[in-house]
């Protein structure tokens, strides 16, 4: 929980002006917190996903965000993150259901 804090702590930070906090549902963070990730680096989280997998294996992610100063700003790919927290609980394929778009900007 104490990582939710300090996301919502930062929420300009990964969102800008668009107020989701009310989005940052506490129960799912209880209780799907084995398949919630945060993203880490010296300088705090650097992005999170708040999302869990039903038991038909479908992955639902309810938020994912960056950090602004995480963004990647280089024409190369950069290295993976070191380390994800916590490791999710379920691995294996899943199916994905998309209700937007990435073309769909006013929804990012």
């Known amino acids: 929980m104490n990582d939710l804090h300090q996301v919502l702590e930062d929420h300009s930070r990964y969102w800008g002006e668009r107020d989701l906090g009310a ?5 799912l963070v209880r209780q799907f917190g084995s398949t919630c990730l945060v993203a880490r680096a010296e300088n705090g989280i650097r992005g999170y996903l708040i999302g869990f997998v039903a038991p038909d294996r479908t992955g639902y992610v309810h938020l994912i965000a960056v950090r602004d100063d995480a963004w990647w ?3 190369t790919a950069p290295a993976a993150p070191s380390r994800l927290h916590p ?22």
Do not use: E, K, Q, Y
């Not at 989005?23 to 129960?27: Q, W």
């Not at 490791?87 to 990012?108: E, K, L, Y």
């Open 23 to 27: 989005l940052h549902l506490t129960a």
């Open 73 to 75: 700003r280089t024409t």
């Open 87 to 108: 490791r999710p609980a379920v691995s294996g394929r899943f199916s994905r259901r998309t209700p937007t778009h990435a073309s769909h900007r006013s929804s990012m």
